[in-house]
């Protein structure tokens, strides 16, 4: 059993920058694949970033790459999300979500936190 909880999330004016933090419990946390989704408003949830259980390797959707950066402490049981140079399409709730295989689909990921709500305005 696997329990996340999100922080981070916020308003912010587009162009500014967030860092979302994703706390893990237990003592498993290196064995699963981290992911970060996000929902808007009348969508479906999206994947946005997923690394994999050592780290070494990220992925991004393409509307986030060079701006999201995903990166994990196994250390401190804890995924994060670096999200820069925000606009207003990227207002959502985001998610983290762990699973033992790295996935791009929602309903790969076993384990799920509550969600924090990014605004950007314009």
């Known amino acids: 059993q696997v329990q996340l909880v999100e922080s981070g999330g916020g308003l912010v004016q587009a162009g500014g920058s967030l860092r979302l933090s994703c706390a893990a419990s237990g003592r498993s946390f290196s064995t699963y694949a981290m992911g970060w989704f996000r929902q808007a408003p009348g969508k479906d949830r999206e994947f946005v970033a997923v690394v994999t259980r050592n780290g070494v390797h990220t992925y991004y959707t393409d509307s986030v790459k060079g701006r999201f950066t995903i990166s994990r402490d196994n250390a401190k049981n804890t995924v994060y999300l670096q999200m820069n140079s925000l606009k207003p399409e990227d207002t959502a709730v985001y998610y983290c979500?762990?699973?033992?295989?790295?996935?791009?689909?929602?309903?790969?990921?076993?384990?799920w936190g509550q969600g924090t709500q990014v605004t950007v305005s314009s």
């Open positions: 979500a762990a699973d033992r295989t790295v996935g791009w689909s929602s309903r790969e990921y076993e384990y």
